[in-house]
């Protein structure tokens, strides 16, 4: 099973971009690589999954090197309203469980 | 369209007392279901998930059991609550997309229910 880890918390301001990257040292052959995004008192929101390279939608942008180790979830000029937990996850969920996530908080 | 309904939104249980939070999806056949339980600040933790009718798998022991009845109907339930079972309960879907390389799935989820067990 893939074990990720990510920062706790990050701080950022509006209008500018974030990058939380993502370590997943024993990441499989056959496992993607999957962000959620948590607002309180909400369920997670799909915002974007990968395999290799570079994935992009009308959200975020992820980045994911040739040797699959690690994942850069990227949001293009933040606004208040991005402030929310973001997980990742590697693998298929019934092989896991989210991991407490990265605590965007983004300032005014 | 999905969509995945999930009741009641909030829920005040007294401990020894029974649970029942059921959870339809709407809008595709044969989906993989799941409950999460979310305490207080922390990351979700999954108990329960279904790939079919009548299967289910736990992964964390405990007091709590989970059945599917039908297709697209998962309920979570328990014969007596501890203090511990407080927190967001819930509910989520997903398919299975096969690609060349892997397997994905990317998961859907209900709206939650705050259960506090006082």
């Known amino acids: 099973l893939a074990k990720t880890t990510q920062p706790i918390s990050m701080d950022s301001y509006e209008g500018q971009e974030v990058n939380i990257t993502c370590s997943h040292n024993n990441i499989a052959t056959n496992d993607y690589i999957t962000w959620y995004q948590q607002f309180p008192s909400q369920g997670p929101r799909f915002i974007i999954q990968?395999?290799?390279t570079k994935v992009t939608n009308e959200v975020a942008s992820l980045f994911i090197p040739a040797d699959r180790k690690s994942s850069t979830l990227s949001l293009p000029r933040v606004s208040l309203s991005d402030t929310a937990v973001y997980y990742c996850?590697?693998?298929?969920?019934?092989?896991?469980?989210f991991g407490s996530g990265t605590q965007l908080t983004v300032l005014p | 369209s999905q969509t995945i309904h999930q009741w009641p939104a909030t829920l005040v249980q007294p401990v020894g007392s029974p649970l029942s939070l059921e959870c339809t999806v709407e809008?595709?056949?044969?989906?993989?279901l799941y409950w999460y339980r979310q305490a207080a600040g922390r990351g979700l933790q999954l108990l329960f998930y279904s790939v079919g009718i009548g299967q289910i798998s736990s992964e964390v022991p405990q007091n709590l059991s989970a059945s599917r009845p039908q297709d697209r109907q998962f309920i979570l339930s328990s014969k007596k609550l501890l203090l511990s079972d407080s927190g967001f309960y819930l509910c989520?879907?997903?398919?299975?997309?096969?690609?060349?390389?892997?397997?994905?799935?990317?998961?859907?989820f209900g709206s939650g229910t705050q259960l506090s067990v006082l």
């Open positions: 990968g395999y290799k």
């Open positions: 809008g595709t056949s044969n989906p993989n």
């Open positions: 989520a879907w997903s398919r299975d997309a096969q690609s060349r390389t892997a397997t994905n799935e990317k998961l859907f």
């Open positions: 996850l590697v693998g298929r969920p019934r092989q896991l469980t």
